[in-house]
């Protein structure tokens, strides 16, 4: 059975994730900073050391990256590039700061963007983190960094990924998708990979 890391999972299991994932053949593994989201492993994304060299097929990371600081990401991707194996890849999704910076610039900093189950998420929550988590005192909520979709991509290529395939959500979803095989692949297989992984 294939195995994938759900990597900052909070609360969630293998239904939040990908379509793709979401099968009764792939084998979820939770993976989390804090203890309190009773999470199968318990660390950081810039030390994956309770995951053995190559033995994953695939990672999941869904909004994580961006509560790195800018010199954590390269750190954290050779990380998830080191745990899947030789055929294996990852999917990673993040706020896109192209388009919440678009709302900025029409000096809607704290307007309502969307609508989330945490309640109503504006520009300034997707810029440095969710105000309500952590005004509670979630201070993991907190963004140090951000990406575009250029920028994503090319973070991926420099951390040895072969092939990427990604796409820029515009409002409200206001986010990116990337998948990272890290051996070569084809452009028919990355294509196949989105279909299973990014959302419709």
């Given at each position: 059975m294939p195995t994938f890391l759900h990597v900052g999972c909070g609360q969630k299991s293998?239904?939040?994730?990908?379509?793709?994932?979401?099968?009764p053949d792939w084998q979820e593994i939770r993976f989390d900073i804090d203890p309190g989201v009773q999470p199968d492993l318990l660390g950081t994304m810039t030390d994956l050391s309770s995951v053995g060299t190559g033995s994953l097929?695939?990672?999941y990371s869904s909004h994580n990256i961006e509560h790195l600081y800018p010199h954590e990401v390269p750190v954290a991707l050779?990380?998830?590039?080191?745990?899947?194996?030789?055929?294996?890849?990852?999917?990673?999704?993040?706020?896109?700061?192209?388009?919440?910076?678009?709302l900025v610039a029409q000096d809607r900093l704290t307007e309502p963007a969307y609508s989330s189950p945490s309640g109503p998420i504006a520009a300034i929550d997707v810029l440095y983190g969710h105000r309500d988590s952590l005004a509670e005192g979630n201070l993991f909520m907190a963004h140090r960094c951000g990406f575009t979709q250029k920028v994503l991509v090319g973070t991926l290529q420099e951390a040895g990924f072969g092939a990427v395939i990604s796409i820029r959500r515009a409002g409200p979803k206001f986010d990116l998708w990337a998948i990272g095989k890290k051996g070569p692949a084809d452009e028919a297989a990355m294509h196949a990979l989105a279909a299973l992984h990014f959302p419709g």
């Open positions: 293998k239904d939040r994730t990908t379509r793709g994932f979401n099968q097929d695939a990672l050779k990380e998830f590039y080191r745990a899947v194996a030789d055929d294996g890849f990852i999917v990673i999704t993040c706020p896109d700061l192209q388009g919440i910076c678009e």
